[in-house]
T-cell receptor, first 119, second 111 residues
């Protein structure tokens, strides 16, 4: 499967500031990437589908102006949390669809995640 | 009723025990089934992937799918403290690579 690098792994910011999280597909050109949010002891919640060269597709209830997604190249997608507030504190994880190799077609490979703490 | 149900645990077992983790689901269109392992503060990593019903074995791990009962299981033999993690089941129907996840089961294997 793909190798996915996510940065930063942990970020602390003040309320009202913006934070950018990067997701890189190191060995696979990904036209699509997914962004998830995970609360403690909760499952993964799909936030949006990032599409290279076009607008992201957001899931219902996710504020597109709050969570800006840019997929400028086949190996990089970014999630920017704008004007962050304490309720935005969470674990954000990106993922890349599989390549149909030994792991099976269409299986997601995840980044290591980014923990955001907004003070 | 959620599409995928998974007991969050925690499930605490002694080292060497056989562990059984389970998920039930309601959508009969699901055909692809996966188990991910997630260590604390890390992203999920794929453990097992199966298509349709049947068993699949990989080392100490065995995945079972019973589509008639809409029930999937992951068995871990000779469990080790390093197996302590959250295990998430996931599944999707053909033509979609956006899986539906269970909420995860926290497993603790104590020495």
């Amino acid at each position: 499967g793909a190798v996915v690098s996510q940065h930063p792994s942990w970020v602390i910011c003040k309320s009202g500031t913006s934070v950018k999280i990067e997701c890189r597909s190191l060995d696979f050109q990904a036209t699509t990437m997914f962004w998830y949010r995970q609360f403690p002891k909760k499952s993964l919640m799909l936030m949006a589908t990032s599409n290279e060269g076009s607008k992201a597709t957001y899931e219902q209830g996710v504020e597109k102006d709050k969570f800006l997604i840019n997929h400028a190249s086949l190996t990089l997608s970014t999630l920017t949390v704008t004007s962050a507030h304490p309720e935005d504190s969470s674990f954000y994880i990106c993922s890349v669809p599989g390549t149909g190799g030994a792991g099976g077609a269409n299986v997601l490979t995840f980044g290591a995640g980014s923990r955001l703490t907004v003070l | 009723q959620k599409e995928v149900e998974q007991d969050p645990g925690p499930l605490s077992v002694p080292e060497g025990a056989i562990v059984s983790l389970n998920c039930t689901y309601s959508n009969s269109a699901f055909q692809y089934f996966m188990w991910y392992r997630q260590y604390s503060r890390k992203g999920p990593e794929l453990l097992m992937y199966t298509y349709s019903s049947g068993n699949k074995e990989d080392g100490r791990f065995t995945a079972q799918v019973d589509k008639s009962s809409k029930y999937i299981s992951l068995f871990i033999r000779d469990s080790q403290p390093s197996d302590s993690a959250t295990y998430l089941c996931a599944m999707f129907s053909g033509g979609s690579y956006i899986p539906t996840f269970g909420r995860g089961t926290s497993l603790i294997v104590h020495p």
